[in-house]
């Protein structure tokens, strides 16, 4: 028999519905752990399998008194234990090969084996016994969908195999042979040698159903691993992904920003347009530093670029860019600054410039609040408020946005707001009229 850590053998899935199998992949001629299965199985059945045919044939008693010296229901009766006994051990032997592939199936045809050997009444199962063992082993650790049923199919077909073998053994009615008249037998014997072996044979399929228990946790703790790893990967690139588009959609949106009105002054003063050529290019140098900082976390261990990512402090220069791309913006700042770690004073930072940048996208030019307020405790609330947009003010065309990835910078607001335990809301303005608010809560 294999081992788990010989052969890789398949996991039943319990879907709510078919059972879904992850077998060895390619073909089965490629894989090794079947080849060192049917060499191992090869060998134990055919040392184990001709001792109990063996056995069981010789076990057989002479045909009565009508028999002659030396002849014995080998001819006949011992032929058909041996066959029966022979054929159920060939049939166990190919499904536990298809157990590789598939395990109910194999479960199946084991058991249609195991039931043709039962049927020769054979005084002797030492193969038998190792079948029965490996199957409660495979069952409790690589079968998840009907594990009680074929545990209890198992257990109640070895107890009764091993019952019919010493009951045929001590009365004789097997395939041949002679036995104890039922009055000759004593009782309270025969109970305590059943009693033995049914215990026997309960115990041994416990042992073997818990040493699977301990492969299936193993296998548990490598499915949960891998979950773990994967949402590690999937959180790590909805971050990137996050950032990556305030930096990008922020500093494209002031550099269309500058540049329009750079056309427009240069027409007039020239001195104004320099200026907005140099605050593009001031732009793009920090988004490029930025970016550069972002891309080496995937060569980093740890957050070695987010302690010196833009935090709290930023927050200034961004509404002094806001200002030069023309929009009309009020900082306020209630309470007392307390010092925050570097992701959420990188939300912060990023809570401000999403909003500027959606407001000089979807409304133009326009008046905006923004409010940082410290006064409640272990709370950090930022809140934009910007007044109703101008139709054509507006740095995209509507429509296009709407058919866009519109609200992917909200969503992802929302996200980084629900990682320090707090929220993110939008909706009408309470200041302007018909404009817009955004309203991030943080606990700090």
Not at 110 to 128: I, K, Q, R
Not at 274 to 286: D, K
Not at 300 to 317: C, F, Y
Request: net charge neutral; proline share 4%.
């Amino acid at each position: 028999m294999n081992r788990a850590d010989d052969v890789e053998l398949p996991l039943v899935e319990d879907t709510g519905g078919a059972a879904a199998v992850q077998a060895p992949a390619g073909r089965f001629w490629r894989d090794r752990g079947f080849w060192l299965q049917f060499i191992v199985q090869s060998v134990v059945f055919l040392f184990l399998g001709m001792l109990d045919v063996v056995s069981a044939v010789n076990a057989v008693e002479p045909l009565g008194e009508s028999a002659t010296p030396g002849q014995s229901v080998t001819s006949d009766a011992g032929t058909v234990t041996g066959v029966l006994l022979a054929g159920g051990y060939g049939i166990s032997f190919i499904g536990l090969l298809l157990q590789r592939r598939r395990p109910e199936t194999g479960l199946a045809v084991v058991a249609a084996g195991s039931l043709t050997a039962a049927a020769a009444m054979s005084p002797v199962y030492m193969l038998g016994a190792g079948i029965v063992g490996y199957e409660a082993w495979f069952i409790s650790g690589y079968v998840r969908r009907h594990r009680l049923r074929w545990l209890a199919l198992l257990s109640v077909g070895a107890v009764a195999t091993a019952l019919l073998a010493v009951l045929a053994s001590v009365f004789g009615f097997g395939w041949g042979g002679t036995g104890a008249a039922v009055g000759d037998v004593p009782v309270r014997e025969l109970t305590v040698t059943l009693s033995v072996l049914v215990l026997l044979v309960i115990v041994s399929v416990a042992l073997c159903w818990q040493l699977g228990l301990g492969v299936r946790r193993q296998h548990e703790r490598m499915e949960n691993l891998a979950a773990r790893a994967e949402l590690s990967a999937v959180t790590e690139r909805n971050r990137i992904a996050r950032e990556m588009h305030d930096i990008v959609a922020h500093s494209l949106t002031a550099v269309i920003a500058q540049a329009d009105g750079g056309r427009y002054a240069g027409r007039k003063d020239p001195d104004k347009a320099i200026e907005a050529l140099e605050t593009i290019g001031s732009t793009g140098r920090e988004a490029l530093a930025q970016m550069r900082q972002l891309l080496s976390v995937l060569r980093d261990d740890g957050l070695r670029g987010t302690s010196a990512a833009p935090g709290v402090a930023g927050v200034p220069a961004l509404v002094e860019d806001a200002r030069r791309s023309g929009l009309e913006v009020d900082l306020q700042v209630l309470g007392r600054p307390q010092e925050v770690s570097p992701t959420v004073g990188l939300t912060v930072y990023r809570t401000v410039q999403e909003s500027l940048t959606n407001i000089l996208k979807h409304a133009g030019r326009v008046g905006v609040t923004i409010v940082i307020d410290w006064t409640a405790p272990g709370r950090l609330t930022i809140t934009v408020d910007n007044s109703p947009g101008t139709p054509g003010e507006s740095l995209v065309d509507p429509e296009s946005a709407a058919g866009g990835a519109g609200g992917q910078g909200l969503l992802g607001l929302k996200e980084r707001a629900r990682v320090h335990g707090g929220s993110a809301g939008w909706g009408p303005s309470d200041i302007y009229p018909g404009g817009w608010r955004v309203t991030v809560k943080l606990s700090t």
